[in-house]
């Protein structure tokens, strides 16, 4: 039986602790010694996850892209080089003598490296493929390789072998580049922005957490919470690595979420415990309400965000699933801390948590309790009497600020997300400006069965005469395989490109073909994301519903809820367009466009600002139900609503914004992007969406926001959790008191 339904029994009184609050604050000094062992033993597990993590995940493994690349790989190594070796005459030719002697020689000292393989280059006699390992100019040129192994292993080969062949060689100059350069570039650099994304965020959230909560003592409280959370899911992602792929991004949120989701828990929870001190209640007491009702709060915003990150495992991409495991588990870790560690220090602590009151150097008399969020109260109030305008207004605003979406364009993510002097980035950029058809930006077509030359020469003929086609070189063939590569008109991922992908799974051969390249990557990406996206859309918005209708009791609240929340994603969406791909403010920003975006980026961010917009959702509609259960009055409820959790949302959201746009420092372009982008979402659902549209729109709805059916009503009354101390519902409560008037 729960404490609330022993406190109506016992006629309001306050009620005994519960079986939960009785598990958490019984032994608080074992339960915190507990975690300190577990939070250490974390730090071992963890250590070096970073090394483990891989750079890549766009691709869907099961697509026929996937296994063209692994046959190549396997069968004709040196059709899928993934080292380059940028050669630079100066002003000399590449076809000097000189500089092909010193070239042939660095040529034959990367075939002999452990890990290497497919050694080509451009002074090779034999090598079909030479006229496009030159550039025009004619002063560079290409040796090309494939490192072998997984992630981890290419990782480690290159940084072995690179300082080797990078810098002066007699008349030559060389730079290191290729897919293997670019991935390990960008997972060092990650590492190296998020540490220093953590430097700049801790300082700057302890500073905002003392100015919210006054007190130093309960400021560091969410930060404790934190880092145990953040600490904990290293260690889960650690183990993860054993298993399955994780990609490195998943460190940005999993430090984002852990500071972002801890530091709202915590406050959430400290600041409902400083209210009932306030009342005059007992540390114990005070523990027993604020679990009760802040508690149940914090539970069903940890399920609505984890609901929404598990929706990426829908995805076959690891990229997307790595954001999911990460994601889940520092929101449950997060949620953990809060509602056990976090308890027994506010035991321990009793009235102390309010000790070292920094406010009292700049303001002599504080504010009476009663008198707190008196201007969200006011702000309510003026929302509602112009509740038409306000919803019909910021309905607009939000749908204008999206628009520019409708013209995104989704692309692959290369080594344009690099900062633009990373040695591989200048790479790739002079194969782009000066060498004919982007080497390596090509469509390989792999034939698998025998076949004959002539038949071989008849389908080169047949793909040589589609409109995309600059040029086709090959067969080489190997036994009953063999391959082509295709040279499409334009930009390597163009639409020109991408429609020559169907163009050539759609010709007709007498052998079995399969066509990869980084075209049709994207093309099978895509198809991949868009047959699975309605099931992750139609999963998240179920399970929302469900889990706010158990909430609330109400069938309208939960419909509001998830239109809201997509409402309020539109201006990241519209910004994430008009900056990152049309290249507005780049300058200033500090990165270069693509042209595009990349095509996970927008369900990643879609599956986290929506969960981070249901958790601000829940605070909210929370303490408006609460306050609905204990008078009875719609209004009321929601002017009460605003006032008690407007100024916790907005602090909540401005602190986890100042993280996210740590994060959003990165010089990666993709990291510079989820952090800069999910930052607008937050404080546009926070400062817009909850304050000016959420309280205009219930007040369009008016009591009517309370319904349900009857079946439904008694479903919730069996399975709901509600929170607050709804001792006896206001209603009744007015029957009893016309009854005494009767003097029945």
């Not at 609505?304 to 929101?331: D, E, K, N």
Request: hydrophobic content about 50%; overall charge positive; proline content about 5%.
């Amino acid at each position: 039986m729960t404490e609330v339904n022993e406190a109506a029994r016992t006629g309001g009184g306050p009620p005994r602790p519960g079986g939960w609050t009785r598990l958490v604050t019984a032994r608080p000094r074992l339960s915190l010694l507990v975690a300190l062992v577990l939070t250490a033993l974390a730090v071992l597990a963890g250590s070096g996850v970073a090394d483990r993590l891989g750079s890549g995940g766009w691709e869907d493994p099961a697509a026929e892209s996937t296994y063209a690349t692994k046959a190549l790989e396997r069968e004709f190594p040196g059709s899928q080089p993934n080292l380059l070796l940028l050669v630079d005459s100066g002003r000399a030719s590449v076809d000097d003598p000189a500089v092909a002697a010193e070239a042939r020689d660095l040529a034959r000292r990367l075939a002999t490296e452990r890990g290497v393989t497919g050694v080509g280059s451009y002074w090779q006699a034999d090598s079909s493929r030479a006229p496009a390992l030159r550039a025009e100019d004619g002063h560079e040129a290409l040796i090309a390789a494939r490192i072998t192994g997984d992630e981890n292993a290419m990782g480690k080969t290159l940084d072995r072998i690179a300082p080797h062949y990078r810098g002066t060689h007699g008349p030559v100059r060389v730079k290191v580049g290729g897919i293997v350069a670019v991935r390990h570039e960008m997972q060092t650099i990650i590492k190296e922005d998020l540490t220093r994304a953590e430097m700049i965020a801790l300082p700057i959230t302890l500073v905002l957490l003392v100015m919210v909560f006054g007190s130093a003592i309960a400021a560091m409280l969410p930060l404790g919470v934190g880092i145990v959370a953040i600490l904990g899911t290293n260690a889960v992602l650690r183990g993860l690595t054993s298993f399955t792929d994780v990609s490195v991004f998943a460190l940005n949120l999993t430090t984002a979420l852990g500071l972002g989701l801890a530091i709202d828990y915590a406050l959430f929870i400290v600041r409902r415990y400083r209210e009932e001190l306030s009342t005059g209640a007992d540390p114990l007491t005070a523990v027993g309400t604020t679990l009760r009702t802040a508690g149940r709060t914090v539970l069903f915003s940890a399920l609505t965000v984890a609901v929404s990150l598990a929706a990426m495992m829908v995805f076959p991409q690891y990229f997307l699933r790595s954001f999911a495991y990460a994601g889940i588990a520092v929101v449950l870790l997060a949620a953990a801390a809060a509602l056990i560690l976090l308890p027994a220090a506010l035991i321990l602590l009793g009235h102390r948590v309010n000790s070292l009151d920094l406010r009292r150097l700049f303001r002599r008399d504080p504010k009476p309790s009663g008198a707190e969020g008196t201007a969200w109260g006011r702000a309510a109030t003026l929302v509602m009497r112009r509740a038409p305008l306000f919803a019909l207004g910021t309905t607009a605003l939000l749908v204008l600020l999206g628009l520019p979406f409708l013209g995104v364009k989704f692309g692959t993510a290369d080594d344009r997300q690099l900062p633009s002097g990373a040695e591989s980035h200048v790479v790739q950029q002079h194969l782009r400006d000066g060498f004919p058809g982007t080497p390596g930006g090509g469509l390989e077509v792999l034939a698998e069965g025998r076949a004959t030359e002539n038949q071989y020469a008849a389908y080169k003929l047949q793909v040589a005469a589609l409109s995309e086609v600059v040029r086709v070189d090959g067969p080489l063939v190997k036994g009953d395989t063999a391959y082509f590569t295709v040279q499409p008109k334009g930009e390597a991922v163009g639409t020109g490109a991408q429609r020559l992908v169907g163009d050539l799974r759609s010709l007709k051969a007498p052998f079995d073909t399969k066509v990869t390249g980084t075209a049709a990557v994207l093309v099978d990406s895509k198809h991949a994301i868009g047959e699975r996206l309605p099931w992750a859309g139609a999963f998240i918005a179920v399970v929302t519903l469900l889990l706010v209708f158990l909430l609330t009791g109400s069938v309208l609240i939960p419909l509001q809820a998830v239109v809201l929340n997509a409402l309020s994603l539109t201006a990241m969406f519209g910004a994430v367009v008009w900056v990152f791909q049309d290249g507005h403010l780049s300058g200033a920003l500090g990165f270069t466009s693509p042209g595009s975006i990349e095509t996970t980026l927008p369900v990643l961010m879609f599956c986290v600002a929506f969960g981070l917009s249901m958790d601000y959702g829940v605070f909210l509609l929370s303490r408006i139900k609460e306050e609905y259960d204990r008078t009875g009055d719609h209004r009321e409820a929601v002017r009460h609503g605003l006032q008690r959790t407007g100024g916790l949302i907005t602090a909540a959201a401005v602190i986890l914004a100042v993280v996210m746009v740590a994060i959003g420092t990165s010089r990666v372009t993709n990291t510079k992007m989820l952090g800069l982008g999910i930052a607008l979402a937050v404080l546009m659902d926070a400062m817009v969406v909850r304050s000016l549209l959420v309280p205009a729109i219930m007040r369009l709805t008016g009591r009517a926001t309370w319904w349900a059916p009857a079946p439904l009503r008694r479903f919730h009354q069996r399975f709901g959790l509600s929170e607050g101390e709804s001792v006896v519902p206001a209603k009744e409560k007015e029957k009893e008191k016309e009854a005494e008037a009767a003097g029945v």
